[in-house]
């Protein structure tokens, strides 16, 4: 049974669900409305594109687990840093 301290609560603004292994549930539209809340700018879309990379490397990334994709693109992107950074 919830106290009405508790129900004010999860009410409330201020209010941030706890995750954990027996409710590892985490509504989008919530994590969303506090990023605008919290005045952060979400990043601008990724670009969809075909890009031909050798097989071992791209088995490599695989291996490493879901995410692959995104780490490309991290490691990409670190290149272009260090190439900038080098001018």
């Known amino acids: 049974m919830k106290s009405k301290s508790n129900i004010a609560k999860l009410k409330s603004d201020k209010y941030v669900p706890i995750v954990t292994a027996e409710h590892p549930e985490l509504d989008m ?5 506090k990023v605008v809340r919290l005045g952060l700018k979400p990043l601008p879309p990724k670009a969809s594109i075909s890009l031909r990379v050798d097989q071992d490397v791209l088995e490599w990334f695989k291996s490493q687990g879901d995410g692959y994709q995104t780490r490309i693109n991290a490691v990409l992107r670190a290149f272009r840093d260090a190439s900038v950074g080098a001018r």
């Open 29 to 33: 539209k919530y994590v969303v409305s």
